[in-house]
């Protein structure tokens, strides 16, 4: 399958924000970010 097609698959599949927010919390965890941190990181991923 190609490429474009198996993102977009991704994209659309409604689990994967479930699944990404999920893993956010656990590499904040493993790096015991303060949520000073973690509300400054949010924010600059959230730009696009």
């Known amino acids: 399958m190609e490429l474009s ?3 977009k698959q991704i994209l659309d599949d409604s ?3 479930d699944l990404e927010e999920e ?7 493993l790096y015991k ?4 941190e973690i509300k400054l990181i ?3 991923t959230s730009q696009t």
């Not at 893993?23 to 965890?29: E, P």
């Not at 970010?33 to 000073?36: I, K, M, P, V």
């Open 15 to 17: 689990d994967v924000p």
């Open 42 to 44: 949010e924010e600059e």
């Open 33 to 36: 970010l303060t949520s000073a």
């Open 23 to 29: 893993i956010n919390q656990l590499v904040y965890d």
């Open 5 to 7: 097609l198996l993102v």
